[in-house]
């Protein structure tokens, strides 16, 4: 029975920085985290995912690797050992959380909490004891969320034939084939990772694109580049007929007017998380739920019920980590008194899908943009006429500015190719400042790097693009 | 590294410049040191000049606008250098300049029906710190709607500009194009982005509050008349006619003043000027530079009378610095001569006639009509043979001298013809009293009558 200024009920990427942003700004903080610190980011989710996608693009890089000077002799793909590295990786960053969290004197308890009402929160352990803890400033729920089937599909989650990323995460070997149902980022990943391993993939959405949420351009593009490497984009598709067996799993896709079945040997669901809310006593404590089913917040992250906040995937999208992350921040500031608290802006929070090529994303879509009848003008670089993508044989891809035709706001940015997740950031600092595309070209680039096409798509959505 | 090019205070007493000729344009390359513009103040028309190497980038005042000393005229920069910053402060710091782009044009006062008449023209001072109050409109019916006070934007007060702590970040591009395009003034915006910071929102709100606020009248353009029509012209204040207003309405009223008049009998410093002229030309001295020179004299030996009201004690001076007031088309400039008791009759002949050349053609500098201890005020080649002139604060005295003219007198009993000139002189009566004023005509008398004492 311990009391701290903040209680953070769970540990993944929301709860531990803001538990570390709270105990900088001398805040007394404990973290309920029943599994591993760092949570699904770190163990089921980010981390491990990019580890898998390091071993895929290699396993790219070495089949054309003779183009290059080198000959590889004969190789094998064993997902098996990607996928223990990749847990390697996971666990080793789990640690670093925990010694994040000695250095902060942050206190790990490690079991399940419920609210207790009066700012309390009443934890089980492990071992099965029960402990009560005092919050004197705030609880903050971080529990994330949590895999989900399609049972409405006749997908219900059975971890053997249809799976989700949780398994996928540790499974070991690649299947020879497999449909996946759902096309984010989550579903396109997996399809580039399984599909680089041997697997025929089958990529199944409901939308007209994969990558919904991003520019229908950079989806098409990455539709083109999936099927160029064999995986079968189907989208547009209802689901039917799903017969589940004990090795396999068959259905019926109803696409574009056509019907085809489909026999894979297992279904990895990808259409979304549910946030975790039960079990927390959350109607008891008044803790009030939007209509999406999250934790219903302000913008400054409070629940409807006093000295409780909520953060991360549990408050509601977008259920990225760094968002997450941000808001650990800001609520830590907010409950320090920090005057100068800057508050979210969800404006200005970039997309990443790790697969190949990647895109990344900030801002609005062009669709958007004509939803919203902004007055807009598109700049577009190709990466194909980079010539460090040329360099790198890396040419797919392109970056697309679309910038307000009389100031020259940057609405919207999109970039899909090699390396997009990364330089996509100085227009997420743009933006950030309210920069003008004139002040994005403003700064030099670099010759050669990929960040030059950046400067160029922005000179192009004002007439003015030198390499096209 | 740019150069901003400012109204400068070109005088101490300077409060706003006039932008009468630009000399360089946007485009022409510049050193430092090179004249940009002439620039006419409260005194003379005084070069503006360059503070810095770069090409002159941008013009911010047209010719004639006048604009308060320190207000940004023009920007010095490298060709390719972002000066984008700086015009948007400017366009912040600039008020309600009539043309300025994107002001709401409120409705001009609209002239009141019948007749040739136009309404009455504000100079484009109406913008400046000094501030004129309204004139009155012509009673003329309803029609004519009340201006406002020119220079005061009639709106709530706006709140007070944030300084954020790092100048440079104080709007972000976006506002400031923003802000530009809609004729916001982000001197006026408070921000509220990080760090005080003016974002696109505050212009936003800005521009709405902007629409809801009433429409005022905004200074109308200046109308320069010198049409002969209708039943009265009316002149726009030149800088010299504002500052001479100004500087003497500033000595009546608060100055006890009380006037000394004397006659001085002009024989001989007559037949002393016959006698120079004969000489020659280069000998030529004038009756105004007699009196100068033995103004200069009595001065030196009468330093009460050499003085200055400080407000909380009098100041009475050692050396003597006479002005001399000289008529110039616009009006009245009093260039000094410095140390005059110390100077011969020529130098002060030679110097009075520098001297008014240079103010005829507005070149005077301040150095040149500052600093003054005493003044004189010669209206005798006008054929004036006696008037008042109004004391130049802080000075304690100035005297004011008719014209040389024949006159029956009455010397020992007899009417006959002399030569005699008129002087007045205004005093301070806080500095100076009846008796003090005329002992020192009584000296200024024995030198004028007597001008073989000036060559001592």
């Known amino acids: 029975m311990s009391s701290y200024d903040v209680i953070f009920i769970g540990g993944g990427p929301a709860g531990y920085v803001g538990a570390i942003r709270a105990a900088q700004l001398g805040m007394s903080v404990a973290v309920v985290e029943r599994e591993g610190l760092g949570g699904t980011c770190v163990l089921w989710g980010c981390i491990p995912a990019k580890a898998l996608l390091e071993s895929a693009s290699l396993a790219s890089k070495v089949r054309k690797a003779a183009d290059f000077g080198i000959s590889v002799g004969e190789t094998k793909f064993d997902y098996g050992v990607a996928m223990k590295r990749s847990r390697a990786v996971a666990t080793q960053n789990s640690k670093g959380v925990e010694f994040l969290f000695k250095k902060h004197k942050i206190a790990w308890i490690k079991g399940t909490a419920k609210l207790a009402g009066k700012n309390s929160v009443s934890v ?90 991003e520019d229908a351009d950079c989806s098409a593009e990455l ?79 409070e629940t409807t019920a006093k000295g409780i906040y909520a953060i991360g995937d549990v408050a509601g999208p977008p259920m990225l980590a760094h968002k997450g992350q941000r808001e650990g921040v800001v609520l830590a500031e907010l409950l320090a008194g920090d005057p100068h608290v800057r508050l979210m802006n969800y404006g200005n929070i ?34 194909s006429a980079s010539g460090r993508a040329r360099t790198s044989g890396e040419t797919e891809g392109f970056v697309k500015i679309i910038r307000d035709s009389k100031y020259g706001e940057i609405l919207g940015a999109h970039i899909i190719g090699s390396h997009a997740t990364e330089i996509l950031h100085e227009l997420v600092v743009a933006r950030a400042n309210e920069f003008t595309v004139d002040e994005v070209d403003l700064a030099i680039h670099a010759h050669p790097t990929l960040s030059e096409a950046v400067a160029e798509a922005c000179l192009d959505s004002l007439g003015k693009v030198i390499h096209l | 590294m740019a150069t901003k090019v400012v109204m400068e205070a070109l005088s101490p007493t300077m409060e706003e410049g ?28 005084m070069e503006l000049v360059a503070r810095g190497d770069g090409v002159v980038r941008k013009r911010l005042a047209n010719e004639g606008d006048a604009s308060p000393v320190g207000t940004l005229l023009a920007i010095i920069a490298a060709p390719d250098e972002d000066i984008d910053s700086i015009v ?113 929102r505050d212009i936003e709100t800005a521009v709405a509050a902007a629409a809801a606020r009433p429409k005022t009248a905004a ?122 008791d110390r100077k011969t009759l020529s130098d002060i002949s030679r110097e009075a006639r520098q001297l008014a050349d240079l103010a005829r053609q507005r070149k005077l500098t301040p150095e040149q009509y500052t600093g003054a201890t005493f003044s004189v005020s010669n209206l005798g080649m006008l054929d004036i043979v006696e008037f008042t002139a109004i004391i130049n604060p802080p000075e304690a005295a100035i005297l004011a001298v008719g014209g040389v003219e024949a006159k029956p007198v009455v010397v020992d009993g007899n009417v006959v013809v002399r030569e005699r000139m008129r002087v007045t002189m205004s005093c301070d009566h806080r500095v ?25």
């Open chain 1, 124 to 213: 089980k352990t492990a071992d099965g004891k029960e402990e009560k803890h005092d919050a004197k400033k705030a609880v903050v729920i971080s529990t994330g969320s949590r895999v989900k089937g399609l049972p409405q599909a006749g997908l219900e989650l059975n971890k053997k034939t249809v799976i989700s990323s949780d398994e996928a995460l540790i499974l070991e070997s690649a299947p020879k084939t497999m449909a996946i149902v759902g096309a984010g980022a989550v579903g396109c990943e997996f399809a580039d990772v399984f599909s680089a391993f041997g697997t025929q993939v089958t990529l199944i959405d409901i939308a007209p694109t994969i990558l919904p949420l």
């Open chain 2, 432 to 456: 100076v009293d009846g008796a003090t004023g005329a002992r020192f005509l009584q000296a200024l008398r024995r030198l004028i009558e007597n001008p073989l004492l000036l060559v001592l």
């Open chain 2, 88 to 200: 948007a402060e400017a366009g912040a710091a600039a008020t309600a300049a009539p043309g300025a782009p994107g002001e709401p044009q409120g409705e001009a006062s609209t002239p009141p029906p019948g007749g040739g008449e136009t309404a009455p023209a504000r100079s484009a001072a109406a913008v400046a710190p000094v501030a004129l109050p309204a004139p009155p409109m012509p009673p003329r019916g309803a029609g004519a709607p009340r201006p406002q006070a020119p220079g005061q934007p009639a709106q709530p007060a706006p709140p007070p500009p944030q300084t954020g702590a790092n100048g440079r970040q104080r709007s972000s591009p976006l506002a400031r194009r923003l802000a530009s395009d809609r004729g916001i003034e982000l001197a006026l915006v408070r921000g509220s982005g990080p760090g005080g910071r003016i974002v696109k």
């Open chain 2, 219 to 340: 200074a109308p353009p200046v109308k320069r008349l010198i049409s002969r029509e209708g039943d009265y012209q009316d002149i726009p204040l030149t800088q010299i006619r504002k500052m001479i207003a100004r500087r003497l309405a500033e000595s009546l009223g608060p100055v006890p003043t009380f006037y000394l008049t004397a006659e001085f009998d002009m024989g001989r410093a007559s037949e002393m000027r016959a006698a120079f002229k004969e000489i020659g030309d280069d000998f030529k001295v004038s009756y105004n530079d007699i009196v100068l020179k033995a103004v200069a004299n009595a001065l030196a030996d009468h330093p009460e009378v050499n003085a200055h009201w400080m407000g909380d004690r009098i100041r009475h001076f050692n050396r003597v610095h006479v002005a001399m007031a000289v008529a110039v088309e616009e009006g009245l400039i009093t260039p000094v001569i410095f140390d005059a």
């Open chain 2, 18 to 45: 006039r932008l009468v000729k630009w000399l360089k344009n946007e485009g022409d390359a510049v050193k430092s040191g090179d004249i940009l513009a002439e620039v006419e103040t409260d005194k003379a028309v």
């Open chain 1, 350 to 383: 970039p997309n990443a899908t790790y697969c190949h090529p990647e895109v990344a994303s900030v801002g609005l879509t062009e669709q958007q943009c004509k939803d919203k009848k902004l007055d807009y003008k598109v700049g577009r670089f190709p990466f």
């Open chain 1, 223 to 301: 539709t083109k580049s999936f099927r160029k490497r064999k995986i079968d984009v189907v989208t547009g598709a209802k689901i039917g007929n799903v017969k589940v067996g004990a090795g396999s799993v068959s259905m019926t896709l109803d696409a574009g007017g056509k019907t085809q079945t489909l026999e894979v040997e297992q279904v990895l669901v990808a259409a979304g998380r549910a946030p975790n809310i039960e079990d927390l006593g959350l109607k008891e404590a008044g803790v009030q739920l939007t209509d999406q089913g999250f934790v219903k917040i302000n913008e400054r992250m």
